[in-house]
């Protein structure tokens, strides 16, 4: 490839990055990190974890990259990678928090409180942060589908794509997605409807 890496497609650089080109790797990452980043930070609703499972999407993504599929949109396989590594996470959170729960009583004093005064909270900060811990609360495949769709504003075939599913699961997703997220809100006292 005689063009700049930046002006390269994905699948030239990706063919470069196979043959061990480390400036090959570092533009694929300049050019995905913030979109999988935020991703993962919506999926998550923790910006330390994202952090964390972002380089590890990187990385898994990186030592698979010969599977993949350059007739592809290399941000759908990426996503895909990161859903996984989203999923990964869920699943050993309720684990830990499984275990946290049967943890001796003794032991609360050495947990961390998280919790942000309220004074320190703007209004609009308040009611987003109250969004988004509903989002998360969000049955996994309902919150896939709403990240997918609303905040990261793929299609609907894109999304199916990244999830594996019909155009038409993503329609009911969403909805199911939209509908459970307005009831966690107003069973919080929320006056907003989605």
């Known amino acids: 490839m005689s063009l700049p890496l930046a002006e390269g497609s994905d699948a030239e650089v990706v063919a470069l ?3 061990g080109r480390q400036d090959a790797y ?3 990452l300049a050019r995905y990190r913030e979109p999988i ?5 919506a999926s998550t609703g923790d910006a330390q974890e994202a952090l964390d499972l972002t380089q590890d ?3 898994a993504a990186f030592s698979a990259l010969d599977g993949y599929d350059r007739s592809r949109p290399l941000l759908t396989w990426l996503r895909r990678i990161a859903l996984n ?3 990964d996470w869920g699943r050993r959170r309720r684990l830990r928090t499984m275990l946290w729960r049967t943890a001796p009583i003794d032991a609360a004093h050495d947990m961390p409180d998280d919790a942000i005064a309220p004074d320190v909270q703007t209004a609009d900060r308040a009611e987003l942060a109250r969004v988004n811990a509903a989002i998360v609360r969000l049955p996994a495949r309902l919150r896939e589908t709403l990240i997918l769709r609303t ?10 794509d ?3 599913i019909s155009e038409k699961a993503v329609e009911t997703r969403l909805y199911r997605a ?7 809100l107003a069973n919080e006292g929320g006056r907003k409807k989605l």
Not at 37 to 41: H, N, S
């Open 26 to 28: 570092r533009e694929l």
């Open 37 to 41: 980043y935020r991703f993962i930070r």
């Open 178 to 184: 939209r509908s459970k997220l307005s009831e966690l």
């Open 17 to 19: 990055a196979l043959i």
């Open 57 to 59: 999407t990187f990385i």
């Open 151 to 160: 905040v990261e504003g793929l299609g609907q075939a894109e999304t199916a």
């Open 162 to 164: 990244v999830l594996g």
């Open 85 to 87: 590594k989203c999923r």
